[in-house]
């Protein structure tokens, strides 16, 4: 239950799940910029405040999508995600700016998403994220495609932090094994 008509809970997810990702970004010292129109599965284009920031001055894009009803794999590793194949084939295309999909997931009452006290505001979900670059080409036949999101791979401050520094040292978003 989301509080907004059924018509709008898409959009009502995706307005929560982006503030989710800006303050992010906000905390971890970045900018993040509304791609507009988002004509390559790209919703957000994070780069750095202050040249010099970082050497290279890196950029990464974000695909964001919220979910309230996540399917988990069996021992909670993983997220399955339905990706329309569009999105799905431009998040794995080789680009100059990185792309990774950002899934957030919300409780499903929107009553929820937020705790609030005089100390503190609390975004109640977590947002995770993955990597699609270099993956298999989708069945033209297929309209969607289903990616798997670790649960380890949570979009943090940290993680961006990481992710910024290795696009910076032109080693793409993942950390090398």
Not at 51 to 66: F, N, S, W
Not at 95 to 101: A, K, Q, S
Request: with cysteine.
């Amino acid at each position: 239950m989301t509080g907004v008509p059924g018509c709008y809970e898409s959009l009502h997810k995706e307005q929560f799940s982006t503030a989710y990702v800006r303050a992010v970004v906000a905390a971890a010292g970045y900018s993040a910029n509304r791609i507009d129109p988002d004509t390559h599965s790209a919703d957000l284009q994070i780069g750095t405040l202050a040249a010099g920031q970082l050497p290279r001055d890196p950029k990464l894009e974000v695909q964001i999508k919220g979910t309230s009803v996540p399917c988990y794999s069996p021992d909670g590793a993983l997220i399955s995600f339905k990706l329309k194949r569009k999105n799905y084939d431009d998040l794995r295309a080789h680009v100059l700016v990185p792309r990774v999909l950002i899934v957030v997931v919300l409780p499903q009452d929107s009553t929820k998403w937020v705790a609030q006290t005089c100390a503190a505001l609390a975004l109640m979900c977590c947002g995770y994220w993955a990597s699609l670059a270099g993956e298999e080409d989708s069945d033209p036949k297929r309209r969607t495609i289903t990616v798997q999101v670790p649960c380890a791979q949570v979009f943090s401050v940290e993680a961006l932090k990481r992710m910024m520094r290795n696009v910076s040292d032109d080693k793409g978003v993942a950390d090398e094994a």
